[in-house]
Structures are given as C-alpha cells and as structure tokens.
C-alpha cells in the first residue's frame, strides 16, 4: 500500500475512533489485588515478600511493577485499532544505557519481557503515565509535569512524521547520536546525562564478576551468596540449568556459538532483579577462559506477555505460530532486535523441560539508566522527550507508522487527550498503591 493510502487510513480511523476517545478512563469494576495475587502464584513462593517489599517502597516503585494492571485496564476503553511491534512496559525506567557491539554507549529501551503486538497509544500513555507518577514523586509543579507531557508527545509525534515516506530499510538504519543528542542539549541536561553515562561504563561484566565471585582452590570462579538476592540451586537442578544453557547457544548467532566455545562453565546462582520481576525464575552464570577471565549470562524466565494475556491483543497469526514453536523466550529475543536500533549479540533462547520458557543475555554490559524522578526540571524535560523519539524510533519499525502519522497527526489533539488520561491514571494507580499497602 502506498504512503498516501496509508495515511487516508489513518485519517479514517479518527472516524472510527476519535482521538479525543483516548482520554477515556473506566475504574469501575476493576480488581487489580486480583491480577497481583494471580501473578504471585506462578512466581518462586519464597521471593513473594521481596516483591511486595520492592513495590511498597513508593508509588512509582508500584507502578514499575505493574504492567498487567495498566494492560487489563487498557483493554476496557477505547484504542486506535493500529497496531505496532510494542514494547509493553516503556515507563520512563526501562529506557537507558547500554553497549552497543561496537561497544560504543547507546540509549534505547531495555526491557522486552512483556514485548507483543498492541495499539501504538498502549506504550506511550504507559510512558506518559510513568512521567506524571514520576514528576509526583517530588513533588513537582503540576506545570512542570504538564509541560513535559506535552513536549514528549510532540516530539513522538514528530519522529513519527519524519518516517513517513522513509524507506523500511531507511527506518532499519535509523538510530539516535548520542554524542549528537548531548550537543544540543542544554548544559544542565547534559550535566545530568554525563553523570548517567559515567556510571553506565563503569557497570561492567568484568566488575560485576569481581563483586558478585570468587576463585577457589583449583582457579574456578564461584558466586558468593548473598540470599536472598543471590543463593546457589542444587546440584541436580544446576545440572539441568546447564541443559538449558546448551539450548540457547543452538539459539544464538553463529559468531557467538563459535566465540563461546572459547568458554568453559563455571557456575550459577539464582539471582534477583528488578522490582516488577522479583519472584520470576532468573539466574546469572559466569563462565571463564583458559586464563580464568569472565563472562557473565543472564538467563531468565520469559512468561506470556501482558499486552496479549490482559490487554486481550489478538497477535498476529505468524507470531503466534513462531511462540508455538520456539516458545515466549523466542518473543522477548525477537522483539528486542525488532525494536532495538542495536541489541545484544549473546541474545538467545531455550525452551526447559518443565514447559518453562527463557531468554539469555549477557549480564550488565555498561547497563544503566537514568532516575528521572531525582531530575532537575528541565533535565526531566528533557529526559522525557528522550524517551519519547526512543519509543517512536522503535514503533517505526511496524509497517502501520505511516497511518499512525495519519491518525497522530501534530500530536496537539492526541496531547490534550493523553495528559488527561494520565492524570487519572497516576490517582488511579496511587489509590491501586494504597490499597496494595493495606492489604499487605
């Protein structure tokens, strides 16, 4: 179809969905104890109370971990109809550093967990959502908030305008400068950014490795446990992680099946990360060279998505052929490279004997992230419209973009619409918060 027919597309479904309609909040008849409870029962029992101890820190804390809610109470109001390759969980904390395999330091999301086929609109409100909790958090002039929510989903709509009759592999190649973005920033975003930066090269596999293990006598590395964030399996169950670890190096690329073989197993321990995560079953593995030297693997356990499994998505039939055969791992891995303008090479998959699924990669490769809640408020201004070109960058890469930009259009109309249902959402999912303190 070609890009006038696809933006008249766009246009039509204003008519089938006003863009005003986006605003729409329903809070009756919602039970989000429910899902929390549910989720909890499929999670490692004893790492319930680390989870519920995370999200009780505070409401942004809270909300970080509760994509299912925000999903399930999508699903009851209106949508777009226009469906991307999504994310699922864009709030403001799963944006961030990493290094490329250039080894250069880029910025992108990072968190594909719950990555699917959803409306465009379901990961930017989540996103925008995510800036009004965080600008609450401290306590922020309303306009302040309101000033950043606006600017973010302009400049969404303005990366998604500038797609419009690219090419897909033009789309492809496209990614963000970050040497570029830091010179025009403001000096002081990009006092703010340097900081965020410094810190991410400083999280590194080598450094982690030291902290979290030790040589023993005959020269392997060990973890040190540190329960409950960091406890050794059994032998038996080790054994069969091993197994899995096998199934994924089928899964990656040749040049890291070749690479590995350079590697002997070490060890591996079940780690804990995350807030919304806790209690999903995740380990780290480190492996060394004939010298001794590290390399750290993150495995961890990949369940449905949210967006399909409460926002009630119906995914293409070819993705769910594709899950059917290399099972939810495979989503998450797929996703991320779709999504990423650069991904992790060591990215693969496995499928457990158990029926669980899981995803690999390599563990704190100069990850690290920015707190948008401790900003200054022109740097959270900033930070937020980062994340926003991010986000459009990534649904760019869906052949719908361009009736997307029809329907967006300048973003004024979808702004009005959006800030409002974020507003609500953010009392929302204080009084969800509120609730979750009392019951625990």
Same mark, same amino acid.
């Given at each position: 179809?070609?890009?006038?027919?696809? &933006? /008249?597309?766009?246009?039509? !479904?204003?008519?089938?969905?006003?863009?005003?309609?986006?605003? !729409? &909040?329903?809070?009756?008849?919602?039970?989000?104890?429910?899902?929390?409870?549910?989720?909890?029962?499929?999670?490692?029992?004893?790492?319930?109370?680390?989870?519920?101890?995370?999200?009780?820190?505070?409401?942004?804390?809270?909300?970080?971990?509760?994509?299912?809610?925000?999903?399930?109470?999508?699903?009851?109001?209106?949508?777009?109809?226009?469906?991307?390759?999504? $994310?699922?969980?864009?709030?403001?904390?799963?944006?961030?550093?990493?290094?490329?395999?250039?080894?250069?330091?880029?910025?992108?999301?990072?968190?594909?967990?719950?990555?699917?086929?959803?409306?465009?609109?379901?990961?930017?409100?989540?996103?925008?959502?995510?800036?009004?909790?965080?600008?609450?958090?401290?306590?922020?002039?309303?306009?302040?908030?309101?000033?950043?929510?606006?600017?973010?989903?302009?400049?969404?709509?303005?990366?998604?305008?500038?797609?419009?009759?690219?090419?897909?592999?033009?789309?492809?190649?496209?990614?963000?400068?970050?040497?570029?973005? &830091?010179?025009?920033?403001?000096?002081?975003?990009?006092?703010?950014?340097?900081?965020?930066?410094?810190?991410?090269?400083?999280?590194?596999?080598?450094?982690?490795?030291?902290?979290?293990?030790?040589?023993?006598?005959?020269?392997?590395?060990?973890?040190?446990?540190?329960?409950?964030?960091?406890?050794?399996?059994?032998?038996?169950?080790?054994?069969?992680?091993?197994?899995?670890?096998?199934?994924?190096?089928?899964?990656?690329?040749?040049?890291?099946?070749?690479?590995?073989?350079?590697?002997?197993?070490?060890?591996?321990?079940?780690?804990?990360?995350?807030?919304?995560?806790?209690?999903?079953? $995740?380990?780290?593995?480190?492996?060394?060279?004939?010298?001794?030297?590290?390399?750290?693997?993150?495995?961890? /356990?990949?369940?449905?998505?949210?967006?399909?499994?409460?926002?009630?998505?119906?995914?293409?039939?070819?993705?769910?052929?594709?899950?059917?055969?290399?099972?939810?791992?495979?989503?998450?891995?797929?996703?991320?490279?779709?999504?990423?303008?650069?991904?992790?090479?060591?990215?693969?998959?496995?499928?457990?004997?158990?029926?669980?699924?899981?995803?690999? *990669?390599?563990? *704190?490769?100069?990850?690290?992230?920015?707190?948008?809640?401790?900003?200054?408020?022109?740097?959270?201004?900033?930070?937020?419209?980062? $994340?926003?070109?991010?986000?459009?960058?990534?649904?760019?890469?869906?052949?719908?973009?361009?009736?997307?930009?029809?329907?967006?259009?300048?973003?004024?109309?979808?702004?009005?619409?959006?800030?409002?249902?974020?507003?609500?959402?953010?009392?929302?999912?204080?009084?969800?918060?509120?609730?979750?303190?009392?019951?625990?």
């Amino acid at each position: 179809m070609s890009t006038p027919e696809n &933006l /008249e597309r766009g246009l039509a !479904a204003r008519k089938r969905i006003p863009r005003r309609s986006l605003s !729409a &909040l329903t809070t009756t008849g919602r039970d989000p104890l429910s899902i929390l409870a549910a989720q909890n029962r499929t999670r490692v029992p004893e790492l319930v109370p680390l989870r519920t101890e995370r999200m009780s820190a505070n409401p942004f804390a809270f909300y970080r971990a509760t994509a299912a809610l925000q999903a399930a109470d999508l699903a009851r109001d209106p949508h777009s109809g226009i469906l991307v390759a999504s $994310c699922g969980d864009a709030h403001v904390a799963n944006f961030g550093f990493y290094a490329s395999p250039q080894r250069t330091l880029v910025f992108d999301l990072n968190d594909f967990d719950e990555a699917a086929w959803a409306p465009w609109e379901w990961d930017l409100k989540r996103l925008i959502a995510s800036v009004v909790i965080a600008g609450q958090a401290t306590s922020r002039d309303e306009e302040v908030v309101d000033a950043a929510v606006r600017a973010a989903i302009y400049a969404y709509s303005r990366a998604i305008h500038s797609s419009v009759g690219a090419s897909p592999l033009e789309r492809f190649y496209r990614h963000s400068d970050l040497d570029a973005a &830091l010179a025009i920033m403001d000096p002081q975003s990009r006092r703010a950014m340097r900081v965020a930066i410094r810190e991410a090269k400083k999280r590194t596999g080598d450094k982690a490795a030291r902290k979290l293990t030790q040589l023993d006598e005959d020269g392997r590395r060990r973890f040190v446990d540190e329960p409950p964030t960091m406890t050794h399996v059994d032998s038996e169950f080790a054994n069969r992680l091993q197994g899995y670890i096998e199934t994924y190096v089928a899964s990656a690329d040749i040049s890291i099946r070749v690479l590995l073989h350079d590697y002997v197993f070490a060890d591996i321990a079940r780690r804990v990360v995350g807030v919304g995560s806790v209690g999903t079953r $995740c380990w780290i593995a480190v492996f060394q060279d004939g010298d001794g030297r590290p390399l750290l693997l993150q495995i961890k /356990e990949a369940g449905r998505s949210v967006l399909a499994e409460y926002g009630g998505i119906e995914q293409p039939v070819k993705a769910d052929q594709y899950i059917a055969e290399q099972g939810q791992g495979a989503r998450v891995v797929a996703l991320q490279k779709t999504l990423q303008a650069f991904s992790d090479p060591f990215l693969g998959h496995a499928r457990g004997p158990e029926g669980r699924d899981f995803y690999v *990669r390599q563990f *704190r490769d100069m990850k690290g992230g920015v707190a948008a809640e401790t900003l200054e408020d022109v740097p959270f201004g900033t930070y937020a419209q980062a $994340c926003a070109v991010t986000l459009a960058r990534a649904h760019a890469q869906s052949e719908t973009v361009t009736q997307l930009a029809g329907y967006i259009g300048n973003g004024r109309v979808v702004a009005d619409a959006i800030l409002q249902w974020a507003r609500a959402y953010a009392d929302l999912s204080r009084a969800d918060y509120e609730a979750f303190l009392a019951a625990n």
